[in-house]
C-alpha cells in the first residue's frame, strides 16, 4: 500500500505539478509548443521544469481548459500565453484567480499586425475590422525578441540561474539568427515570391518579414476549413498563372484543399510547420523550434526555386 502511494506521488509531481512538501516552485506552464519550446531552451541545465499545456497532437485552438490545468496553472511559478483568440480562455482564469500569477505574454514582445483579407480567401463577412492576428512567432526575428523578453522574466523569477539562462538564451537566439540568414538567402535568390496556402494562414508575421507574398483559403486560424469552389478555383488559376511548384498546407491539417488542387494542376503539397503544436512522435524525440523551421527552409527552398 506504502509503494502505490509513494508511486502516485511520484508520478503526481513528474508532470510539473507542485510538490505539497516543497518550498519553492520550479514550473513553467506554458498554453503553445512556442512558449513551452522558448522556455526550455532558456532553462536547460537547470532544475527548472516546463510544462506544455496542450497534448502533442491536439490543434491548439480546440484546447479546452480542465480542472487539473486550472490547478497547475495557479500553481506554477510562470505561466507562458499567447494572448490571442487562442487562448482567449486565459483573460478568465487571470481575473479569477486569487493569487498573483506570473505571466509572460508571447504578443506583448512584438509589433502587432492584424488580420488580412486578401483576394480568393474565405472570409466571415458579418466581422466588423480585422482581429489583431495572434501567430507572432512565426517569424524567426518576433521569436529572437521573445526569447529575450521572457529570459529577462525568468531571469527575475529564478535570479541564482541568471547566468546559465544568458548563455543557453544566447545561443537559441544565435540559432535563430542562422534560421534568419537561411531563410533570406533563399528569398534573395529567387526570382519567385509567392507561396500559396491550401489551407488556414497563421503566417503573416512570416510572409511580412520576408517580403513574400501569399494566398490562402484562410485567413489567420479561421474556423472553416471547408473551402468553397469559388475559393479553391481562385488557387488554381493562381497555381497554374504563376507557375507555382509547391503548394502548402499546415500541420495537423486533413489536407482536403491542397488534394483537391493537386489533382487539378499536379502541384507538390508540403506541410508549413506553423509551430502551433507538434505531434506525439515530433513531441516524444524532443523536436524543437528550430529543427521544424529547418523542415520549413527545406520546403521553401522547393517552392522558391
Ligand atoms: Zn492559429
Request: aromatic share 8%; proline share 3%.
Amino acid at each position: 500500500m506504502k509503494k502505490l502511494l509513494l508511486l502516485f506521488v511520484i508520478v503526481l509531481t513528474a508532470g510539473c505539478t507542485l510538490n505539497v512538501n516543497e518550498k519553492s516552485n520550479k514550473c513553467i506552464i506554458a498554453t503553445s509548443f512556442p512558449g513551452y519550446d522558448f522556455a526550455r531552451a532558456i532553462v536547460k541545465d537547470t532544475d527548472i521544469e516546463v510544462k506544455l499545456l496542450l497534448s502533442p497532437g491536439v490543434d491548439m485552438h480546440d484546447y479546452e481548459l480542465t480542472p487539473r490545468d486550472m490547478v497547475d496553472i495557479e500553481n506554477a511559478e510562470l505561466f507562458i500565453y499567447v494572448g490571442g483568440e487562442s487562448d482567449e480562455w486565459v483573460k478568465k482564469v487571470l481575473s479569477t484567480t486569487d493569487e498573483k500569477l506570473n505571466t509572460y505574454k508571447l504578443m506583448d514582445a512584438v509589433k502587432l499586425l492584424a488580420e488580412e483579407i486578401k483576394p480568393g480567401m474565405e472570409s466571415d463577412e458579418k466581422e466588423e475590422k480585422p482581429e489583431l492576428d495572434e501567430h507572432v512567432w512565426t517569424s524567426p526575428i518576433n521569436a529572437i525578441k521573445i526569447i529575450e523578453g521572457l529570459t529577462k522574466k525568468i531571469s527575475e523569477l529564478f535570479p541564482k540561474y541568471e547566468s546559465i539562462f544568458d548563455k543557453n538564451s544566447k545561443s537559441y537566439i544565435e540559432e535563430i539568427k542562422l534560421i534568419d540568414s537561411e531563410i533570406r538567402d533563399i528569398v534573395n535568390n529567387s526570382s519567385k515570391k509567392t507561396l500559396i496556402f491550401a489551407d488556414r494562414f497563421p503566417l503573416l508575421y512570416f510572409t511580412r518579414e520576408y517580403n513574400l507574398d501569399y494566398y490562402a483559403a484562410f485567413p489567420g486560424c479561421a474556423h472553416e476549413t471547408e473551402a468553397s469552389a469559388k475559393t479553391i478555383a481562385f488557387l488554381i488559376e493562381k497555381v497554374k498563372r504563376e507557375n507555382i511548384p509547391v503548394i502548402f498546407t499546415i500541420e495537423l491539417s486533413s489536407g482536403n484543399i491542397a488534394e483537391t488542387i493537386k489533382k487539378e494542376t499536379g502541384v507538390k503539397v508540403s506541410t508549413f510547420e506553423t509551430a502551433h503544436n507538434v505531434t506525439k512522435k515530433d513531441f516524444d524525440n524532443g523536436i524543437t523550434y528550430v529543427d521544424l523551421m529547418k523542415r520549413n527552409i527545406k520546403s521553401l527552398k522547393e517552392a522558391l526555386k
